[in-house]
């Protein structure tokens, strides 16, 4: 969430800022509205003085005997009318703070400006890209292998479930246990192991909300959300608390399932495991010091490309440009992982540096000093990383001539095979 006197002091950037993002938050009504609220608070404040300055004179009256009878009902209209604005003033500003929960995060002045996809920046490539001679995708890799079945997952869930079988199953839960050993060991994560359900302050505390409700799956008798990404339990961990200046930056992470209605992705590629309303990530979050959050970016995308590169998956960097960068987030890497079935650059990945946005609206704070004021922590995260375009990235290019999948050598302790044979 955006600072209001922020907001106040760059109206013209902060619409600027909304139209960079292709975002639709509306300002109209934010300086009617400004002016409403100054006008109550100095009709408020005129009314307040008067009502002093008359009560003295009530006072001098009763002490000296007189009749302030007059004066007395005289000030229970201006007490009314200070109560009507009063009202007034509280409607405004509970009006101005929806229009704020609604402005997208101000972008870095690293984000390039543009409008779609077409005009994110590659940053590098990693990893050789060797063509795939059976021309097979990871949906009839995984039916020869039989490891995956998305048609029963329709019959009992509907499309973008699917179940996974034998191997397959031990193979993805194989991808889950290193990421989360690799973070741990390497890169000097904690483990958590969160809630899968949130509720409402969780889910607005880190952006979904109001935005993005139609893309969650809500149970509303309960008013619980199912988690989108684990981003929203471990960052809302410690919601309304101040964090010590020493524990910074302090690096969590978690596997959760992820659930999404993809409410948007109509016409998009959907097929398989490239567009599912339920997978399984790894999710890294970073509290960091403001002076050093961008810093934090660029360690938090090694991160998550170190596992590709301990995978052997050709991937390559992107910056996303204005247009392409999520609501919340300041500035964002994909990560674009290359399945040789598909013949495309998947996104597997995104590392974005929320600044202070996620922080104001979920109340996280830092101390320098015990005595020091509270500052906004800056919030981080990135996928580290989910693992369904990774799986089926794995089946296709590990794909070998005799139908069988062979499994990268990082996975083999974990999975307890080195491949897995076409039946």
């Given at each position: 969430m955006l600072d209001l006197k922020f907001v106040r002091d760059n109206f013209d950037l902060v619409k600027e800022n909304i139209e960079r993002k292709n975002e639709k938050a509306d300002?109209?009504?934010f300086l009617l509205l400004e002016e409403k609220r100054r006008e109550f608070i100095q009709n408020t404040e005129k009314l307040k003085n008067e009502?002093?300055?008359v009560s003295k004179e009530i006072s001098n009256l009763k002490r000296t005997g007189g009749n302030a009878d007059n004066l007395i009902a005289d000030m229970k209209v201006v007490s009314d009318k200070i109560k009507e604005f009063d009202d007034n003033l509280k409607e405004v500003e509970l009006q101005i703070q929806d229009i704020i929960t609604r402005l997208p995060n101000m972008l870095a002045e690293f984000v390039p400006v543009g409008k779609s996809e077409e005009d994110n920046k590659v940053i590098h490539h990693w990893g050789e890209i060797v063509p795939q001679k059976l021309k097979m995708n990871h949906i009839e890799i995984s039916k020869a292998l039989g490891i995956l079945d998305f048609?029963?997952?329709a019959k009992v869930s509907g499309s973008g479930f699917s179940f996974y079988i034998g191997k397959g199953a031990k193979?993805?839960?194989a991808i889950i246990d290193f990421m989360i050993d690799y973070h741990v060991e390497k890169h000097g994560y904690t483990e958590f192991w969160s809630p899968f359900m949130v509720n409402e302050a969780s889910m607005f505390g880190t952006g979904q909300l109001p935005k993005m409700a139609e893309d969650m799956?809500?149970?509303q008798e309960d008013g619980m959300y199912l988690i989108p990404t684990a981003e929203v339990p471990l960052t809302n961990y410690h919601r309304d608390e101040i964090l010590n200046f020493e524990e910074l930056p302090k690096k969590?992470?978690?596997y959760t399932p992820c659930f999404r209605r993809e409410s948007g992705s109509y016409g998009k590629e959907v097929h398989g495991f490239l567009r599912v309303h339920q997978f399984n990530k790894v999710e890294m979050v970073n509290f960091a010091l403001p002076e050093n959050s961008f810093e934090q970016l660029e360690i938090l995308?090694?991160?998550?490309?170190d596992i590709l590169k301990a995978l052997n998956v050709p991937y390559r960097r992107i910056l996303l440009c204005s247009g392409d960068t999520s609501f919340a987030s300041a500035m964002t890497y994909d990560l674009e992982i290359w399945a040789s079935g598909e013949e495309k650059w998947l996104e597997v990945s995104s590392c974005s540096n929320f600044i202070d946005f996620q922080a104001r609206r979920a109340n996280i704070r830092f101390k320098r000093t015990p005595s020091s004021k509270p500052e906004f922590v800056h919030t981080l995260n990135g996928s580290g990383v989910a693992t369904s375009r990774l799986y089926a990235t794995i089946l296709e290019n590990n794909l070998q001539e005799d139908g069988n999948v062979i499994i990268p050598e990082a996975l083999r302790p974990y999975c307890g095979f080195d491949k897995i044979e076409a039946k």
């Open positions: 300002l109209s009504e009502r002093n300055v048609e029963r997952g193979l993805e839960r799956y809500f149970a969590i992470c978690g995308t090694n991160e998550a490309e």
